[in-house]
């Protein structure tokens, strides 16, 4: 048996961050992973996937040269290298990684809690006061026939040309991310969306209004509509069939995403550990992510209580004690141009029963926004009508991810909407001074 101070069962960036912080302090770290540290935000998500959106906006931005005065001929994409650069992006990244959990014991293998509270790997067994699990999520797929010829966000990743059209099953962040990079690209994308609306979690508003301005890129959304099956319908075309409006519907495309959600992976011996999971096979935490066992945790995607990279970090901090406000966790959707959220949404606010206010303010006020030929856009921000402090805000249009941040601090700092947008100068040109111009 090897003994540590603690057990991080999945190296992604909840894993990786606190082994090597605690490493660093001074305490014995066994981390353990069966594939390259990074986990999925690394390897198969957050990086691979900005890496595409990043020259799929350079390729926009070339098409659009002659607007600004540039003249750069014509505009093609080299897809094998679009990819090349992501691997070797990812690749650096990799090396990042690998020389932060340094100091931990990095386990390659399959780990499985054993009943008496230990962590086999092998024939070894490892025991720690504190084991955390961080064992993320895989992508979900609707059991429905023909799901064996759709691809999931992995299989995008992988693919080594571009197909002529693509038909995403989806609308929520992955769905939109590949539909908006995929169509910068010049594929013709139609998105199939069994809800009302894009992005479920979004406030409605700002969700409409990304749709709208996606749809004038040329993405084609239907919504309302249950896929129900895929079919071969020649040697390169697949049919999606979905109940619609009018019945029985289909899109003909080459390639089918599935992006319908993801689903927990969690260790084998879970039940037997006593570690509860809900009906969904998510592990079962309280507000400090303890496990039903004493001494365990699970932070991440595995708890299933919100997917996102940094509030796995998060989690695993607070998991280790930290003071960290989970509160106000900022979401964002790259896309182009991109939509961000921190804190309630309009339809959240409203079904608490809190009194609050909406503000708001478009990029085409913003001097820096014009220069940029990016006024397309609207921020809106939520507070409380007695306190005027600001509960929520909503952004679409460029760098909404970087500027949904101050919004983020304002929250967790208690800010009222005068504080942000009076009390604190913003530089000028800058598009931070969207929040001075709400109305
Ligand atoms: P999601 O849950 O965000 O969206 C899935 C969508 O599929 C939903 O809108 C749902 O209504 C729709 N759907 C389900 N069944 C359907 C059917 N039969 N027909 C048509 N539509 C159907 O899931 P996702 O987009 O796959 O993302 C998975 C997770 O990964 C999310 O939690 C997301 O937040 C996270 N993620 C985050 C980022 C980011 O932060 N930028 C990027 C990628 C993924």
Redesign the pocket.
Known sequence: MINANLIVIGAGPAGYTVAAERANAGEKVILIDYAFPGGTCLNR??IP?KCLAASAEVMLTASEAASFGISVGEVKVDYPAVVKRMETIVEGLRENVRSTIAPCKFVWGQARILPDGTVGIGDEVYSAPKVLIATG?R??A?P?PGEELTIN?DGVLQLESLPASMAI???????L?FASIMAAFGVEVTV????KE????FDKEVAKRLRTMLTRRGIKFILG???TSVSQESDSLKKVT?AGKNGDESVIAEQVVM????RPVVPEGLAEAGIEVDRRGYIVTDNAMRTTRPGFYAVGDCNGKL???HAATAQAHVALGADVDLNAIP????TYPEAAMVGLTTEQAEKSGIAFRSAKALYAANGKAQAAGQADGMLKILYAADTRRIIGCHIVGAHAADLIQEAATAIVANLTIDDLTVRTVHSHPTLSEIFTSIK
């Open positions: 998500g957050c996937t999520s992508p979900a609707l429905i966000s099953i989806g609308a929520g962040v992955i769905g991310e199939i969306e069994y809800l894009v992005l479920p979690p509509a249950a896929v979905y992006a319908v959600g993801r997917q996102l990279a979401a964002a959707v790259f």
